[in-house]
């Protein structure tokens, strides 16, 4: 069974702090790993898609990286409006086009 | 550029009482789904389509039905409604069979069965 576990369940940086959010993933055979931002009352968005471990891809403050158990996203230098719950999701070849989702990391940045 | 549009955007429903969530996406995706969030967890698969006239169950098909009625439309059926279906429910869209594509998802419905 595919497993997705996130940490911290919550993390509260003040502006500028950088940081790091873990995904640890259990799967048979990983056809990707996906980010997603989830902002209150809204449906998750897309950050970033990683295939295979040493990949990095970044997007402003946001870098993802993966190894072949877990993921990193690291922000550097956070906003308060990069405050939004953080979710982790993987596919795997044995589950080809179910996402397996973890419980997400909650990002609260203060001014 | 509507992308996924769920309605309800709420409803509070009556232990036993029926509804269908409805889900439509205007990008010619050829896979659609549904998931349930409930609160601190992630999302959980219900069901997907990954193409017209197909659906298979996800996690937590027990107590729902779908219908992919075309391309464009997905639609969730509670037959007989439970409180533990209380929930946020997402649609979501992706371009191809699904396989290795990020999803895009709707606003969500609050569904509240007491």
């Known amino acids: 069974e595919d497993q997705v576990t996130q940490s911290p369940e919550a993390l509260r940086l003040q502006e500028g702090e950088s940081s790091s959010l873990n995904c640890s993933y259990t799967v048979s055979g990983l056809r990707g790993l996906f980010w997603y931002r989830q902002d209150p009352g809204k449906g998750p968005e897309f950050l970033f898609t990683?295939?295979?471990a040493g990949e990095e891809k970044e997007k402003e403050r946001l870098k993802a990286t993966l190894t072949k158990k877990e993921s990193f996203l690291h922000i550097t230098a956070p906003k308060p409006e990069d405050s939004a719950t953080y979710l982790c999701?993987?596919?795997?070849?044995?589950?080809?086009?179910?996402?397996?989702f973890g419980d997400g990391t909650t990002l609260t940045v203060k001014p | 550029n509507a992308g996924v549009t769920q309605t309800p955007k709420f409803q509070v429903l009556k232990t036993g009482q029926s509804m269908t969530l409805q889900c439509a996406q205007d990008m010619n995706h050829n896979s659609m789904y549904w998931y349930r969030q409930d609160p601190g967890m992630g999302l959980r698969l219900i069901y997907y389509s990954a193409s017209e006239g197909t659906t298979d169950k996800g996690e937590v098909p027990n107590g729902y039905n779908v219908s992919r009625l075309n391309k464009r439309e997905f639609s969730l059926r509670l037959e007989s409604a439970a409180p533990s279906q209380t929930s946020v429910y997402f649609c979501?869209?992706?371009?191809?069979?699904?396989?290795?594509?990020?999803?895009?998802f709707g606003s969500g419905t609050q569904l509240s069965v007491l």
């Open positions: 990683l295939y295979s």
């Open positions: 999701a993987v596919q795997a070849a044995t589950n080809a086009g179910k996402s397996t």
């Open positions: 979501a869209s992706s371009e191809g069979d699904g396989h290795n594509e990020k999803l895009f």
